[in-house]
């Protein structure tokens, strides 16, 4: 069974960081692409960041380009998603998602997601 | 600036209905397009991608359709698990865009 489970979120004050981190177990990790998706409460559903299988290749929405950084490492399991210089407007629920397979794909597992909130 | 623009925003229907949500994409999707249902305090579950196809145990009284920058979601003999918000997706390239959710409320 496909598992995703999140990690990290939490409070932090406009301009801070925080490491989100996504452990996958029940696939093959290495040969899917994954990525993050927060949903801000009471709203809809907003798509942040794309990684290859071996992480070589990125993409980012616009409104988190520059701050954030996703990587992976395929040995242990394991994608993050480093915030950086956090804005309230980021405060959501961020999900780690795992493509349906290779290739432009959609998104066939969610985790439950990590709360971040983000205020002074 | 991709958008995804779905309409109508909310609905309101009876068991046994059949709904309509249409999901308009600013840039050609081609048939990179998913549907996804999502019931209240769970995650986003998929329904459809590449336009039409059914994901595994979706029943067929869903069905999508359209192509480039227009496509719909139709669920016909609506059941009381139905309701919840869905989302159209664009996956062919960065930004992966969701649409902004239809609310589907059952009277």
């Known amino acids: 069974e496909v598992q995703l489970v999140e990690s990290g979120g939490g409070l932090v004050q406009p301009g801070g960081s925080l490491r989100l981190s996504c452990a996958a177990s029940?696939?093959?990790?290495?040969?899917?692409?994954m990525g993050w998706v927060r949903q801000a409460p009471g709203k809809g559903l907003e798509w942040l960041s794309y990684i290859g299988h071996d992480g070589m290749t990125t993409y980012y929405a616009d409104s988190v380009r520059g701050r954030f950084t996703v990587s992976r490492d395929n040995v242990k399991d394991v994608m993050t998603l480093q915030m950086n210089n956090l804005r309230v407007e980021d405060t959501a629920v961020y999900h780690c998602v795992k493509d349906i397979y290779g290739g432009a794909t959609p998104f066939d597992s969610w985790g439950q997601g990590t709360l971040v909130v983000v205020s002074s | 600036d991709i958008q995804m623009t779905q309409s109508p925003g909310s609905l309101s229907a009876s068991v046994g209905d059949t709904i309509i949500i249409t999901c308009r994409a600013s840039h050609d999707a081609g048939r990179y397009l998913a549907w996804y249902q999502q019931r209240p305090g769970t995650v986003p579950k998929l329904l459809i991608y590449n336009v039409s196809t059914l994901h595994i145990g979706v029943p067929s009284r869903f069905r999508g359709s359209g192509s480039a920058t227009e496509f719909t979601l139709t669920v016909t003999s609506l059941q009381p698990g139905d309701f919840g918000t869905y989302y159209c997706?664009?996956?062919?390239?960065?930004?992966?865009?969701f649409g902004q959710g239809t609310k589907v409320e059952i009277k």
């Open positions: 029940g696939f093959r990790f290495s040969i899917y692409e």
């Open positions: 997706q664009r996956y062919s390239s960065a930004p992966r865009a």
